[in-house]
């Protein structure tokens, strides 16, 4: 048995059922899960390792719901710096298309490093294209060496432009292949129990890239195994065009014909819904992934999320693909969910006084990134410093340039101020970044790697 005592935090955010901030905090944990939460004079004073935070802000791990690790291999590839959605992804599919597996593996590890250094522990990956051999396999050994943990979900595209859908031919799959496949990685990594390192979803890519039979099949195997459901819905209104005049229904409508509602289903982005649309998704208990800083940078729009939490949605932080955000920090992330929330809020009149229309405030954007996330990606495991959660948590040293004169309220400057490098970023009790270094390999060697193979990747 192996125990961890943290203590003499300046401020430990417990984002738990009473939302309790403590002075001079701490956490008493036990082989990887938390036994006591506490002021640092409740708390044991031995244990076999001791880490003092006097000075630190610690919060719980953030959580990443939606991501394509492998775009950190095409990071502002000049052609798609300057596109929506659908020609930003006609652009890179011929890229992609190019991968290997060890690109796979490379982009993987870079992704889940950057997300570390941003305070993640938790990130839910899409990965719905498999060339050249690569498999969902490549990500899950990857990741198994950065010591954070994932949802590895099976993507899937099955429906190629010469039967009417986006992605060219060379990029999609057989469906009796997919749904095999799907089955194997459940039966060989998917772990239900608490503390899981790894856990599988299925995550058909889109309403433009499969068809509605695969829909169906995914949702039926996920169900048999109790497993997760993810999707794109409602980012463009590109897509929304595409639904209604390939399927006639709008995109939301078309999940609800397929069956594809309820309490294990999450979404990405859901940009352009309307009031009705939002009731669906209380009504049958769908997640969203927000994804402010993609959506923005692809001018997809601005997701109506005060909306959805004022109705009860579920509602998590995902920083999207690096191809479509060009960075992997939650930290950034949770700010600009706050910003553009109240952006929207003041182009719809809202005011300060406006109890009708509230805007964003700092700690509803880390309950997003922190307890929203955890309830979207159906864990109750992680998301809060409790007792019985897991021993997911980041540290921040308050006394650094970005958080000068910030004094008066550091969890709000958590939000508010400049992203940082986090100090500390420990998963299970165990060290993944330690005075922000990423601990588990070597930075400057895996950078090196991920930019030869991104070279090679879009310049042959």
Same mark, same amino acid.
């Given at each position: ?23 001079? +905090? ?8 938390? /036994?006591?939460? +506490? ?5 044991? !004073? ?53 991968? !290997? ?8 590890? $870079? ?10 522990? $938790? ?21 198994? /060496?950065?010591? %954070? ?27 009796? =292949? ?6 194997? *990685? ?37 169900? $048999? =195994? ?13 897509? /929304? ?13 078309? %999940?609800?014909?397929? +069956? ?47 909306? %959805? ?20 920090? *939650? &930290?950034? /992330? ?17 005011? &300060? ?7 964003? !405030? ?5 309950? *997003? ?35 000068? +004169? ?14 940082? !490098?986090?100090?500390? $970023? ?19 060697? *895996? ?14």
């Amino acid at each position: 048995m192996s125990t961890l005592l943290v203590k003499h935090a300046a401020v430990l955010v417990t984002m738990d059922d009473l939302r309790r901030e403590i002075p001079d +905090g701490g956490l008493f944990i036990r082989d990887g899960f938390i /036994e006591q939460v +506490g002021a640092t004079s409740e708390l044991p !004073t031995t244990a076999d390792r001791i880490l003092d935070l006097t000075g630190y802000l610690v919060a719980p791990g953030l959580i990443n719901t939606h991501h394509h690790f492998y775009q950190t291999l095409t990071r502002v590839v000049p052609k798609a710096q300057n596109a929506n959605l659908f020609n930003w992804l006609k652009t890179l599919y011929p890229i992609w298309a190019r991968m !290997t597996p060890e690109h796979i593996y490379i982009s993987t590890q $870079t992704a889940l490093a950057e997300l570390a250094l941003s305070g993640c522990t $938790t990130a839910s990956d899409h990965l719905y294209l498999f060339p050249n051999g690569s498999r969902l396999d490549d990500e899950i050994l990857a990741a198994r /060496e950065t010591g %954070m943990r994932i949802m590895a979900t099976r993507g899937s595209m099955s429906l190629g432009e010469s039967k009417g859908g986006l992605p060219p031919d060379s990029v999609v799959e057989d469906e009796k =292949y997919i749904l095999k496949d799907a089955q194997r *990685l459940i039966e060989t990594y998917h772990d239900p129990k608490p503390g899981a390192m790894v856990q599988i979803a299925l995550a058909p890519c889109s309403p433009f890239s499969v068809t509605g039979e695969l829909m169906r099949q995914s949702a039926a195997l996920a169900r $048999t =195994y109790h497993v997760r459901l993810h999707t794109h819905l409602a980012e463009t209104q590109d897509e /929304e065009q595409f639904c209604q005049q390939k399927f006639g229904y709008r995109p939301v409508a078309y %999940m609800e014909h397929l +069956g594809w509602v309820g309490d294990d289903v999450w979404f990405a982005h859901s940009v352009h819904i309307s009031q009705s649309e939002v009731e669906v998704y209380k009504q049958t208990g769908c997640g969203v992934a927000h994804c402010p800083t993609s959506n923005m940078r692809l001018a997809s729009g601005i997701a109506p999320i005060m909306d %959805m939490l004022q109705a009860g949605v579920k509602i998590g932080l995902g920083v999207d693909g690096s191809a479509s955000n060009d960075g992997s920090s *939650l &930290l950034e /992330e949770m700010r600009m969910a706050m910003m553009v929330a109240r952006l929207k809020a003041g182009l719809q009149g809202a005011s &300060l006084s406006d109890v009708e229309m509230p805007i964003m !405030t700092a700690r509803q954007a880390l309950e *997003l990134a922190t307890r929203g996330s955890a309830s979207v990606l159906g864990r109750t495991d992680i998301g809060a410093l409790a007792s019985g959660k897991c021993a997911d948590f980041f540290a921040i040293n308050l006394n650094r340039i970005e958080y000068a +004169g910030a004094v008066h309220d550091p969890v709000a400057a958590l939000v508010f101020c400049a992203p940082v !490098t986090v100090d500390f $970023t420990i998963v299970g009790g165990e060290f993944v970044v330690k005075e922000r270094q990423f601990v588990k390999m070597n930075i400057e060697e *895996l950078i090196s790697r991920h930019n030869r193979a991104a070279k090679m990747l879009v310049y042959g």
